[in-house]
């Protein structure tokens, strides 16, 4: 009885030892069920991210306006328009008849003011023998006196008169204050200019070199600066090229010379501008073209979609697969590039970037969608 009894608990027994041996082998990997399907792509370095494009346009490096400094009857346009024209050379002529009987009063004014002098002059010297013997009185000799000055006082007057006359004259040529291109005349002959205030005749630029102005955003001018003042022996970061209006590239580098030292509050950027050598003339005042400025962080932007970045109390991270699990990386991301985030640092290139990381956990075992192979990110 007591044998029947234990035959069938052993039985039992063997089944329980047999159930626990078969649940401790190893399960098959493919078919863990914690791993989760994820697309990723590849982090390559933009090839857009070396320089910002921005609108510019070019100014004169001087400009002066030629005005009429004496009313007249312009007689003549002595230059060529649109021609060079060198400082001093000769512009316009205007009808010096007036000046010249101007110039004639003031010399005989000279004249009778410089005999009238000498007769002061003399009659003074005599007062002064006089009074010393007492021949006449000392009141006498302070009238004949104080007369001598005056007619010195008259006569420098005259003599700048004279000298005003002359340099009244002088302005009937009206030359070129600079060297450069002169623009079109304002005024015809038989024009009567000067007569209420200075008549702008025309205008010489010099446009060799150029200037171009243009804006950069605060952002970028922030890490433009703090590159220059890191790095300022690297002539990169104050190069400036330009593609003109026709799609071509300018073959000549600019550099940047100015900076505002204020922010436009309408449109967050910063006046700045560059200087280009301009011998052949190419590049005339007035026209807009693409400005290209080096980014301080040329050479080592990485774009990543926008989905692949998330941002957490500790900033901003993406997650990236790295053998099997999900890895979360820290990133420096503060700007967008069209439709993608500009990532500065915390990626070198080449990490697989996990779309979608936000939700996964540092260490979270992760497999690769079989419907999609990894991509390069779009650079576009």
Not at 125 to 135: A, C, F, G, I, T
Not at 304 to 314: H, V
């Amino acid at each position: 009885m007591r044998i029947a009894y234990l035959i069938p608990r052993m039985v039992s027994v063997a089944v329980a030892a047999l159930s626990v041996l078969t649940g401790c082998r190893p399960a098959d990997p493919d078919s863990n069920p914690s791993k989760i399907a994820v697309d990723v792509v590849i982090a390559t370095p933009s090839t857009l991210a070396d320089v910002s494009r921005l609108t510019g346009r070019s100014d004169p490096y001087r400009s002066a306006q030629v005005r009429a400094r004496v009313a007249g009857i312009v007689q003549k346009r002595e230059y060529t328009e649109g021609a060079e024209v060198k400082e001093g050379e000769l512009l316009f002529h205007i009808d010096p008849s007036q000046l010249i009987v101007n110039l004639s009063a003031a010399q005989a004014e000279l004249t009778q003011a410089r005999v009238t002098a000498d007769a002061a002059r003399d009659i003074a010297q005599r007062s002064m023998q006089l009074v010393e013997d007492h021949s006449i009185s000392t009141q006498q000799y302070r009238k004949d006196f104080f007369a001598e000055k005056h007619a010195l006082a008259v006569l420098q007057i005259a003599q700048a008169k004279v000298r005003d006359a002359t340099l009244q004259l002088s302005y009937a040529s009206v030359t070129s204050p600079i060297s450069g291109r002169a623009r079109r005349a304002l005024v015809s002959e038989g024009a009567l200019v000067g007569q209420d205030e200075g008549t702008v005749l025309t205008t010489v630029e010099q446009i060799d070199p150029i200037y171009v102005n243009f804006s950069l955003p605060v952002a970028d001018f922030l890490e433009l600066r703090k590159a220059q003042f890191e790095r300022p022996d690297d002539g990169s970061l104050k190069t400036v090229r330009l593609l003109l209006g026709d799609g071509t590239r300018y073959e000549v580098p600019g550099t940047l010379e100015f900076s505002d030292s204020a922010v436009d509050p309408h449109t967050d950027t910063v006046a700045l501008r560059a200087v280009f050598s301009n011998s052949n003339h190419l590049l005339l005042p007035g026209m807009y073209m693409q400005v290209e400025v080096t980014r301080a962080s040329a050479g080592k932007v990485i774009l990543i979609p926008q989905q692949a970045l998330s941002r957490g109390a500790g900033g901003a991270y993406v997650m990236v697969e790295n053998n099997g699990v999900a890895r979360q990386v820290s990133v420096h991301a503060d700007s967008l590039e069209r439709n993608q985030w500009r990532v500065e640092s915390g990626l070198l290139g080449g990490e697989k970037v996990i779309l979608e990381g936000g939700a996964l956990r540092d260490g979270q075992p992760i497999e690769l969608k079989k419907s999609s192979a990894p991509a390069n990110v779009n650079r576009s």
